[in-house]
C-alpha cells in the first residue's frame, strides 16, 4: 500500500488581458473538500423507504499562508499577485484581472478552460514578533466558484 502524498502541485492561473500562472506545491492539510446539499442532509429518504443521497457536488476550499508550502520565495510572489489581483484588479505583468485558476498535478499551462474557476473568501494577516521583530503573516483563503460534480483526480487522497 502506497502513502498518500502530503502535497500537491498547484497551478494558480491568473486570466485576464495578460494570462500568467504560479506553480507551487501546497500541503495537503490545507485543502478542504466539503460536500454540498441539496438540502440540509446527507440523505432523505424516499416514499418507499429507501436512503437517497443528497450530495450535490463538491466544494474545494484552500487556505494559503506562509506554512503551506515548501517554496517560501514562490509562495511570497504568489501571495503579493493575489492581493494585488483581488485588490485593484491588476497583476504584476501589467494587465488587468479577470478569474483565478487553478489547476491540479501541474498539468496545466496557461490554458483558462481546464481549470477550475476560485473566488476570495477571506483575507487576514497578523502582525507576529520574534526576538523584538514584527514579521508580517498573511493568510488568504479561496473557494471553488462552482460546485464540482467529482473531485479531481489529485485531489482524491485529500479527504
Same mark, same amino acid.
Given at each position: ?21 504560479? /506553480? %507551487? +506545491?501546497?500541503?495537503?492539510?490545507? !485543502? ?11 440523505? +432523505? /429518504? ?9 450530495? #450535490?457536488?463538491?466544494?474545494? +476550499? ?8 515548501? /517554496?517560501? &520565495? ?8 493575489? !492581493?494585488?489581483?483581488? +485588490? &485593484? ?21 496557461? &490554458?483558462?478552460?481546464?481549470? !477550475?474557476?476560485? %473566488? ?14 514584527? #514579521?508580517? %503573516? ?14 479531481? /483526480?489529485?485531489?482524491?487522497? %485529500?479527504?
Amino acid at each position: 500500500m502506497a502513502l498518500p502524498r502530503t502535497q500537491t502541485t498547484t497551478e494558480f492561473i491568473f486570466d485576464g488581458t495578460s494570462t500568467f500562472s504560479h /506553480e %507551487v +506545491k501546497i500541503n495537503n492539510a490545507n !485543502i478542504e473538500i466539503t460536500p454540498e446539499y441539496f438540502s440540509g442532509s446527507a440523505y +432523505k /429518504e424516499s416514499i418507499g423507504g429507501k436512503r437517497i443521497s443528497d450530495v #450535490r457536488g463538491f466544494r474545494v +476550499k484552500i487556505n494559503l499562508s506562509y506554512n503551506a508550502s515548501s /517554496e517560501p &520565495d514562490t509562495f511570497q510572489d504568489l501571495f503579493n499577485d493575489l !492581493i494585488s489581483a483581488f +485588490k &485593484d484588479g491588476n497583476t504584476s505583468t501589467g494587465g488587468t484581472f479577470s478569474q483565478l485558476l487553478i489547476g491540479f498535478g501541474g498539468e496545466i499551462q496557461d &490554458d483558462s478552460n481546464n481549470g !477550475i474557476p476560485f %473566488v476570495l473568501e477571506d483575507l487576514s494577516y497578523t502582525q507576529t514578533y520574534r526576538n523584538q521583530i514584527g #514579521r508580517f %503573516v498573511p493568510s488568504i483563503t479561496i473557494c471553488s466558484e462552482n460546485i464540482l460534480t467529482s473531485i479531481p /483526480e489529485d485531489l482524491e487522497g %485529500v479527504l
